[in-house]
């Protein structure tokens, strides 16, 4: 299995294209920013539990898991296919994901998506180009989900900062007002209905402060944990789940024409200090 790493000074990021162009590790200097399970990394008939998957052509579930009358499951399926390397330095890679008759049973869209990655001292940074290349005027909705290291006992001490009042419970499947998160619950799952912004971090005892920050399109956010798992997740989706089927805040990509997001993850304690 292909990893392409990345360095820049004290910062190291790992890319493995074979498994979604998925990120599987970034850290700076001692400071490990993601958490992964690497079994179900080397397990390809796993998802990968960790890293920064890339959530295309859909980000959370469909209702019946069904697009057009196609199958089509959550998360999307860029995540489990191998990207194309394009063009790799020391501080970024290049990868591509074509349309395919595999895609195409369940996606009906001539596209191709391609995804720079790469590292500016304490930024991870992922640059996105979403093309149509059909004669479709074709939807995107698409997302990241970040894993953040945390050890489960510092997670009823972590932080993540929102003006949230509204979400929805996806452990409770309803509505309910937010008033902030219980980390000490066996899962949360909780999907902000007005965080209002692009950015959002995290922040926990002993830690530098991990930023988040999308293109303006990345305005729905999903808080995602497990108990006994050193992680939460952080996840930036352009739309709510569903979105392929309910229209709600989806975007589009005219034939011929293309459209470019961005996400940047970053320590913020170590903003400025960036080695050569």
Known sequence: MEHVELIDGAARAEVVPSRGAIVS??????????????????????????????????????DGDRYRGRELKQHGFARNLPFTVERRDARSVVLSLGASAETGARFPFEFRVELTISLAGPELRIAQRYQNLGAERM?????????????????????IETP????????????????????????????????????????????????????????????????????????PWTAPANALNSGESLLWVEPGEERTLSLAIRLTEYVGVIAT
């Open 139 to 159: 939807p995107l909705h698409a997302g990241f989900h970040p894993y953040f290291f945390v050890p489960d006992d510092d997670k009823r001490r972590a932080i």
């Open 164 to 235: 949230a009042t509204r979400a929805f419970d996806n452990v409770q499947k309803r509505e309910v007002p937010f008033t902030g998160f219980d980390f000490s619950q066996p899962e949360v799952d909780i999907h902000l209905h007005d965080h209002g912004s692009s950015r959002c971090s995290l922040r926990r005892p002993g830690a530098p402060t991990v930023e988040i920050e999308g293109s303006a399109e990345f305005g729905h956010w999903v808080i995602w944990a497990l108990a006994g798992k050193d992680f939460i997740c952080v996840e």
């Open 25 to 62: 590790r970034f850290d700076v200097g001692d400071t490990q920013v993601l958490y992964l399970d690497r079994a179900t990394l080397e397990d390809p008939t796993k998802n990968v539990r960790g890293g920064v998957p890339f959530l295309f052509p859909t980000a959370g579930r469909l």
